[in-house]
């Protein structure tokens, strides 16, 4: 990309490599509802999008899609039966997980391929 000799911000979009992009925030309200909050570039009004927490995971996998990524496993949150099995298995070890427990003895050498486990 050579440097034009006087640029131009809409004739030149070629030359863009990042395109602006307002300010987001994501936080509870009040009511438990999580809020999607963008700052309004010229400072007179806020965009908004508010939604129940329950349909948080749905939302974020649709995001994720049109973005053309994918959630591999490690990064896809626990399902309520994965987390109690963890749950059990840290109390019945004395708070070490079973996640935990692989690494260590894949550090250690006990198994050579920790993901055929």
């Known amino acids: 990309m050579s440097a034009p000799s006087k640029f131009d911000w809409t004739e030149d979009k ?8 307002l300010t987001i925030a994501i936080y509870s309200n ?8 963008q700052q309004d570039q010229y400072g ?5 999008i ?8 749905v939302i974020a996998e649709a995001i994720i899609a049109e973005a053309g990524q994918e959630l591999d496993a490690s990064q896809a949150p626990l399902s309520p039966a994965e987390r109690s099995r ?3 298995h840290k109390q019945k070890n004395g708070g070490v997980t ?19 486990q």
Do not use: C
């Not at 070629?14 to 992009?21: E, K, L, R």
């Not at 996640?99 to 250690?108: G, H, I, S, Y």
């Open 98 to 116: 079973a996640n935990e427990v692989l690494r260590d003895e894949a550090r250690d050498g006990e198994h050579a391929d920790v993901t055929a």
């Open 86 to 88: 963890r749950y059990r």
């Open 14 to 21: 070629d030359s863009i490599v990042v395109p602006a992009t």
């Open 50 to 57: 508010v939604f129940s927490k329950e349909h948080a995971r």
């Open 44 to 48: 007179d009004e806020d965009d908004w």
């Open 30 to 37: 009040a009511y438990g509802q999580i809020v999607l909050r």
